[in-house]
């Protein structure tokens, strides 16, 4: 079906409702246009290459769609009916059982010298073949925009009713995600007949609340819509467009303020105001100075989070009293607005201003006795308790670096690094956690290395986000991290699909990001178990759950991140099939792995190693001993004369941390290994030879696979 492409042929949907979550809205208005045009396509409607455009403002979901057809293109439909041999009698007759299947599909017995014979398995059947009529754009379009309704992922549904005066008789319950009182349905410049919500669709829409032109805006074709909106009704209907002029106006406000000024950049915030505005107007206001005394990050949290604002910062990123309002009303004298933004926002920043003074009246020390009076968990005690397990995991981490100063410096923050908790700042705004200990540390005269790890034994909080700034904060993230990943798992508090209620899968990328970007010589299972160690009176606790489940739990997670990255499952299961210890070394063992990969001789070694494994499986009385007097076939004795030459050298790279060389002095074992399991019986008769035999291959797979499990390379 090819249309041509004129005004006749663009649809036009829209639901104008009551604001809609703004936090939400993107998704509403892509799902709705997306299925819209998944479902019209499918029937026929519309081509695979018709252009789809979404809207989405706080009043409305619409999508335009081009090259839509007024009737699908009738479609030639082939029936299995049943086998020749059950529908057509000894003489050719057809059974009643064929013809009662005619008469259900609406035809009779002169239709049977028309029915196809072909093969279905094995048997002969019989077929009836007819035209299906496509569908009208108004059928299609009513069963397209019920499926666009059913699909919306609705973060909560409300249930209204319409009143006698709607389009359904007396009361009526309706589901919908805002109540519904508009629906357009155009075609070119013709209404589609469809219904929805209680809702006849017609050509009227409606703009901005206060500032549209005329009311109602009576469309005149589906092509017009978006100009007739902007022009008419002061709106602007898509959500890219709206979102694209907010940031250009954002972005000249900040030149006109001058100094170097720019909005602070946040895309979420960007998005939400863009969903609860239908004509930006973006206004500059002020603060008083006095309020810069407090931490930039308090105010601006206040700004963006409770008011939407954009705060101004200046050339060097500091916070300036200027902030930047989007309004949705654009009055020739804006004063009154700016007044009421800037008499909204003060008490706001006084509070804030408030919280801190208050706060810096007690010292972080003196607030720990607090966090016993805190409970972290049911089952593992109080904020207190936690903090103390931390405090010791992390003097243990620094005590294995080797370094005493961290290990004391690390003891300290860990014990404070929980205390603002239980300030007001932090009470008022969670978000500031670690930010405000900061603070707090600094003004009580702490060394800023201990004041830094307050606030970055958080990260990383999320996948991107930088690790802590020196290796006081390294040491206690880590150990937090650990703290709550040992302590979950112990008491079976495990992440189950979806759910991950602890965010223990963010927590292990955590460790993994730290013990891998910071090469830490620490070994993951001694980590776990001294972790652990701090347990021992907890009820119920499950070590092995804590150790050796977290353990597999943590090197899922990292196969998982170097899949992510590039590496193949069977690189990534070579590595980390061994169980390494020292997650820095992984990046090296997989770009060993990598190049052996590589070599001509790769495939052979990995296939001998697979079938070597198989062999010691069955073979539990084998060692690693070698007789030279047991050696007898030609192919034994050279190989074991290779390996005498090849794996010294080999180890030697190995423990240099030189792991691509060493794999590729191993690549050349290939031929004598060939050899050896082409002229060599391993299960030989006679006890010794084989006992022999099987030490020589156990020597082999042991020095093959100290870098990685090359079997898992195998195909």
Not at 13 to 37: Q, W
Request: with cysteine.
């Amino acid at each position: 079906m090819t249309i041509p492409m004129n005004n006749k042929n663009s649809l036009l949907v829209e639901l104008f409702v009551e604001e809609l979550p703004p936090k939400a809205l993107k998704k509403l208005g892509d799902a709705f246009s997306n299925v819209l045009r998944e479902q019209l396509v499918a029937q026929g409607l519309a081509e695979a290459g018709s252009v789809l455009t979404a809207y989405a403002s706080p009043r409305r979901l619409a999508a335009h769609l081009t090259h839509v057809a007024e009737r699908a293109a009738d479609k030639a439909v082939s029936q299995k009916l049943m086998p020749v041999a059950v529908g057509l009698d000894a003489s050719g007759q057809p059974t009643p059982a064929l013809l009662k299947r005619l008469g259900a599909l609406g035809a009779d017995a002169s239709a049977v010298p028309g029915l196809k014979r072909a093969m279905d398995g094995k048997a002969e059947a019989l077929f009836y073949e007819s035209t299906a009529k496509g569908a009208t754009l108004a059928e299609g379009l009513q069963k397209a925009l019920a499926e666009a309704i059913a699909k919306l992922p609705i973060p909560k549904v409300m249930s209204y009713q319409l009143e006698s005066g709607c389009e359904l008789p007396g009361w009526s319950s309706v589901s919908f995600v805002r109540p519904a009182h508009g629906l357009v349905a155009l075609h070119g410049d013709t209404v589609v007949p469809i219904e929805a919500l209680g809702l006849k669709a017609g050509r009227e829409t409606h703009g901005h609340r206060f500032e549209a032109a005329v009311d109602p805006v009576v469309l005149r074709d589906a092509n017009s819509y978006a100009l007739q909106l902007q022009d008419d009704g002061a709106v602007i209907a898509s959500f890219e467009a709206r979102r694209a002029e907010i940031a250009r106006q954002l972005a000249a406000a900040a030149v006109k303020v001058g100094g170097g000024s720019v909005p602070i950049h946040d895309d979420a915030l960007l998005d939400e105001v863009t969903a609860l505005v239908e004509r930006p107007n973006v206004l500059v206001c002020s603060f008083e100075r006095e309020f810069l005394e407090v931490p930039q990050e308090c105010l601006i949290l206040t700004m963006k989070a409770n008011q939407k604002y954009f705060p101004l910062l200046d050339a060097s990123s500091k916070l300036t009293n200027r902030f930047l309002v989007v309004s949705n009303i654009s009055p020739d004298d804006a004063s009154a607005v700016i007044e009421g933004n800037e008499r909204v926002v003060r008490p706001r920043l006084a509070d804030a201003k408030f919280f801190f003074d208050q706060d810096r009246k007690k010292s972080l020390a003196s607030r720990v006795e607090s966090l016993g009076k805190v409970v972290y968990h049911n089952k593992l005690g109080t904020q207190g308790e936690r903090v103390q397990r931390v405090m010791h995991i992390a003097r243990g981490i620094a005590e294995k670096l080797g370094d005493a100063k961290v290990a004391a410096q690390a003891t300290q923050a860990a014990q404070l690094a929980k205390a603002d908790l239980v300030t007001d700042m932090v009470g008022e705004f969670p978000e500031l956690q670690g930010t405000m200990g900061r603070y707090y540390a600094l003004h009580d005269g702490l060394d800023a290395a201990v004041a830094d790890a307050i606030e970055d034994h958080y990260k990383p909080r999320f996948a991107g986000d930088e690790l802590p700034r020196n290796n006081v904060g390294l040491v206690v993230a880590l150990a937090d991290k650990l703290e709550t990943l040992v302590g979950m798992f112990g008491i079976g508090n495990l992440p189950t699909g979806d759910r991950d209620p602890f965010a223990l899968r963010r927590h292990a990328l955590g460790v993994i990001r730290m013990l891998i970007e910071k090469d830490l010589a620490l070994g993951l299972d001694a980590l776990l178990q001294d972790a652990a160690a701090q347990f021992k009176d907890i009820a119920g606790f499950d070590s092995s759950k804590a150790t050796v489940e977290l353990r597999d739990f943590i090197l899922d997670r990292l196969a998982g991140s170097l899949r992510e990255q590039g590496a193949s499952a069977q690189e990534v299961e070579a590595v980390l099939a061994p169980l390494p210890q020292r997650l820095g070394e992984v990046p090296k063992l997989l770009a060993a792995v990598r190049a052996f990969a590589a070599l001509p001789a790769a495939a052979a070694l990995a296939a001998a190693n697979k079938r070597i494994g198989n062999i010691l499986k069955k073979a539990p009385e084998a060692d690693a001993h070698v007789s030279e007097l047991l050696l007898k076939e030609p192919a034994e004795k050279a190989l074991h004369a290779a390996m005498a030459q090849v794996v010294p050298a080999a180890n030697a790279q190995f423990e240099a941390g030189d792991y691509t060389a060493s794999l590729q002095t191993l690549a050349a074992l290939r031929e004598p290994v060939d050899a050896f399991f082409d002229g060599v019986m391993v299960n030989a008769e006679q006890a010794d030879l084989r006992l022999n035999r099987l030490g020589l291959l156990m020597s082999l797979h042991t020095a093959m696979n100290r870098v990685a499990q090359l079997e898992r390379l195998a195909v």
